[in-house]
């Protein structure tokens, strides 16, 4: 498998607050990695350093064989790195159509706002929001808001997405539908990379975990070893959780 | 095109017919309504579409004024030395756009206010080019009657006016347009989405400041005398934002009438009430925003209509 993102010793400091410390990461591409760790453990951080809205203070990262540590975030977001926000970023008086097809619009070359429009109605279609077209972005609810992040993503064809929580706040039958998505999109081809803290929908989805604690990098690897890995237990698991799935499993 | 946007271009073509119903008094203030109304379409560039209250207009007008008059006593004519104006604005906001506008909401709005006073004391203090306090006279066109003189300024600012409503609607229906209004929603977004915000905010800013350069040019030429404190009025940076909430903010068709409304309410308030009439002015623009927030563009004429068919 070849690897499409490198970050090779990342550090991000906010004024006293290390962030990230000397991460070193390689993702590959088709993988569905998982990005775990309690509050505040910098994974929001990694995603901003990769598109550089708070670029690093050390190290490099790659993608795609290019180095993108000092892109500006247009720049990350027209070669393909797309992220969906934690806390929703729609434009709220664009309908919920102009909001996705502003996303095709500047991200790929060439497009105009007609044929941004039309493509923006199949994203909507994929997401299940089609009703919802000529809806303004306020008007939405929060489990349609979140789909219309991940619409705005896709329009911007994306050969890596990273999905910023995009199940918190949601009852367990948009989850359901909103996993079912991200599976769908995992078989078309494309690199997620997911920060999510319910573990039933990590284990479900992901092929790969990478947990972060204070910034650092603290286990890497398959979903089934990470959960008993000891380190992980301990900083963001728990033992209630780790003895319920030794019962469990 | 949007019927918002004919509307507009049919007011226009209304003021154009001016000459025919009123003498020098009625074009002198034609010559000043199309001269605002340049003033404040400029601005919903920036502050409407983009959303960054620019106080910047006044430094732009001076500007133009300036470059127009320095070059016209330099033997210049007047369409080369308004052309001047009009690309060296644009170049000139599209520079300092690029750092001013990293700044948001009210600190942007004072750095553009700044932008002000910092030209100001360039001309003031600029004596060998610009006559400082004193001023600068600006020959008069030669063998030109009164009449014809006002009615070519009439027509000169028309003719302006008329480009500043075109670009504005062309901006507005554009892809530049389009991602004004999203970085006015949302920044942080619109960079996620791949928009070169920077870009698009120095060139709305370029945008809103030559065609305002190219205004003062032309005024410069109009009154043949200008100083620093006259072209550099803060005023004519506080007016044209006045007359698009008056109007309605982000439409061309709110800031075109707004501005019309001013000069009338403006003129009619100062005629009759000399002694008090920046208190009765600023109560009736109170007055107004508080029973049409939205702005003239929000009355729907239709409306009033249905009401009478219900009674």
């Known amino acids: 498998m070849s690897e499409i993102l490198r970050l090779d010793r990342v550090s991000r400091r906010f004024s006293g607050l290390q962030a990230l410390r000397e991460v070193t990461l390689g993702i590959n591409k088709g993988e569905v990695l998982g990005l775990i760790g309690p509050n ?54 664009f309908t919920a159509l102009d909001n996705v097809a502003a996303a095709a619009l500047f991200s790929q070359p060439g497009e105009n706002l007609k044929s941004a429009r039309e493509e923006a109605r199949a994203h909507l279609a994929f997401v299940g929001l089609e009703a919802q077209a000529s809806q303004s972005a306020a008007t939405l609810t929060l489990a349609m808001r979140k789909r219309l992040e991940l619409a705005k993503a896709l329009a911007m064809k994306p050969k890596l997405l990273f999905l910023d929580e995009v199940n918190a706040g949601l009852n367990s039958a948009e989850v359901e539908r909103a996993t079912k998505l991200i599976h769908q999109l995992a078989a078309d081809g494309i690199t997620i990379v997911m920060i999510e803290h319910l573990m039933k929908v990590v284990l479900n989805v992901c092929t790969r975990i990478v947990v972060l604690h204070n910034g650092q990098m603290i286990a890497d690897g398959e979903p089934r070893d990470v959960i008993k890995n000891p380190a992980v237990v301990d900083a963001y698991l728990g033992q209630q959780y780790a003895q319920r799935n030794a019962t469990n499993g | ?37 340049i003033l404040a379409l400029s601005w919903n560039v920036v502050g409407g579409l983009a959303g960054y209250p620019s106080f910047a207009t006044a430094a732009f007008f001076g500007f133009g004024a300036y470059v127009t008059g320095v070059l016209l006593n330099a033997g210049v004519p007047l369409t080369p030395s308004i052309l001047a104006a009009f690309i060296g604005s644009f170049v000139l906001a599209g520079l300092l756009g690029a750092v001013l506008l990293r700044l948001r909401g009210h600190y942007f709005a004072i750095a553009s206010l700044s932008l002000v006073g910092v030209l100001r004391e360039l001309a003031n203090n600029a004596t060998d080019l610009t006559g ?44 530049l347009g389009f991602g004004l209004v999203c970085i006015r929603q949302n920044e942080t977004a619109a960079n996620m989405i791949g928009l070169n915000a920077t870009l698009y905010k120095s060139i709305a800013f370029g945008l809103s400041a030559c065609f305002v350069a190219a205004a003062g040019g032309l005024y410069a030429a109009w009154v043949h005398y200008i100083d620093p404190s006259d072209v550099f009025d803060i005023l004519y ?12 903010l982000g439409s061309p068709l709110g800031a075109a009438c707004g501005a019309f409304l001013y000069l009338v309410l403006e003129e009619v308030v100062w005629r009759n009430y000399i002694q008090i009439h920046s208190g009765v002015l600023g109560v009736l623009i109170v007055a107004l925003l508080l029973l049409l927030p939205h702005g003239l563009v929000s009355l729907r004429f239709r409306n009033f209509w249905r009401k009478a068919k219900h009674v």
């Open chain 2, 132 to 175: 400082g306090g004193m001023g600068l006279n600006i020959p008069l066109a030669s063998g030109s009657s009164i009449m014809a003189d006002a009615l070519f300024f009439f027509y000169g600012m028309w003719g302006l006016l008329l480009a500043t409503a075109l670009m504005v609607i062309i901006v507005s229906a554009s892809k």
């Open chain 2, 1 to 37: 095109m949007k019927r918002a946007n004919l509307a507009l271009l049919i007011v226009l073509a209304c003021v154009a017919a001016l000459p025919l119903v009123g003498g020098a008094y009625a074009l002198r203030l034609g010559t000043m309504a199309c001269m605002y109304a």
């Open chain 1, 40 to 93: 505040g453990a910098g994974k929001t951080t990694l995603v901003n350093t990769v598109c550089g809205v708070t670029p690093a203070n050390s190290g490099t990262i790659t993608f795609g064989g290019q180095d993108i540590t000092r892109i500006k975030t247009f720049q990350a977001a027209r070669l393909g790195l797309s992220r969906t926000f934690q806390i929703v970023q729609p434009f709220a008086e």
């Open chain 2, 237 to 248: 940076s506080v007016k044209p934002i006045v007359m698009t909430l008056m109007g309605g």
